[in-house]
């Protein structure tokens, strides 16, 4: 099989490049990562030479590129089906791809007010009432899986779902989004992550600096 080769944008802001590059590395996928920063607001221009939209993350894969962190995530299932990255019963995986698209497509407040960045340090900030309907769903989002599956993820084992709502986790933290028990426990096992420190420590190490996305 040809090897693949990840394009991702800043550890420490890129929420999309996380989501891919978390799931992989997790469950042991072998790719090669190729970092291209933005430190403007605009992105950056050489993001042209390999994505069809000016955007991160994308995924290399021989002569072949995709692009967008879901649809790089459901080729790589296909690829490896051994990895479990969906559940295997339908429902449930139906359930997963429920989640994901709601990720995918929701969440407007939370995304604009609360940027995720890896080197904020914990603090509170004025919340609208979109972001505070965004916290309340998820919370309850998330409780509803955990209940179903019994942990410690959101099907059981980690998955695509974790994956997609991993930038949400940091988010919850350095902006101190929730104190609900369930929805800290389940931080807590994303953040024990070693794909998830690995991460995390390289985007604090980062010396890029975007200030729209300093909230």
Request: hydrophobic share 45%; glycine share 6%.
């Amino acid at each position: 099989m040809d090897a693949f080769t990840l394009y991702i944008g800043n550890k420490n802001y890129s929420s999309w490049s996380l989501r891919p590059w978390i799931a992989m590395r997790a469950l042991d996928i072998e790719f090669t990562e190729a970092l291209v920063p933005f430190d403007m607001a605009a992105g950056n221009p050489a993001f042209a030479a390999f994505s069809p939209t000016n955007k991160v993350p994308v995924l290399k894969h021989g002569d072949f590129h995709i692009w967008e962190s879901l649809a790089i995530l459901e080729y790589v299932a296909d690829l490896y089906p051994d990895k479990g990255l969906w559940p295997q019963d339908p429902k449930l995986r139906a359930q997963a791809r429920s989640v994901c698209c709601e990720m995918l497509s929701g969440f407007g407040g939370l995304r604009s007010q609360c940027p995720m960045n890896m080197r904020r340090e914990p603090g509170a900030i004025a919340l609208s009432a979109q972001t505070r309907r965004d916290i309340v769903r998820i919370e309850k989002l998330w409780a509803q899986c955990l209940e179903q599956s019994g942990g410690p993820f959101l099907f059981g084992a980690f998955g695509i779902a974790d994956a997609m709502f991993a930038p949400v986790v940091n988010r919850f933290e350095v902006y101190c989004l929730s104190e609900d028990a369930t929805a800290r426990t389940y931080m807590t096992h994303m953040k024990g992550l070693p794909a998830w420190k690995e991460w995390e420590l390289a985007g604090r190490a980062e010396p890029w600096i975007v200030e729209e996305d300093e909230a």
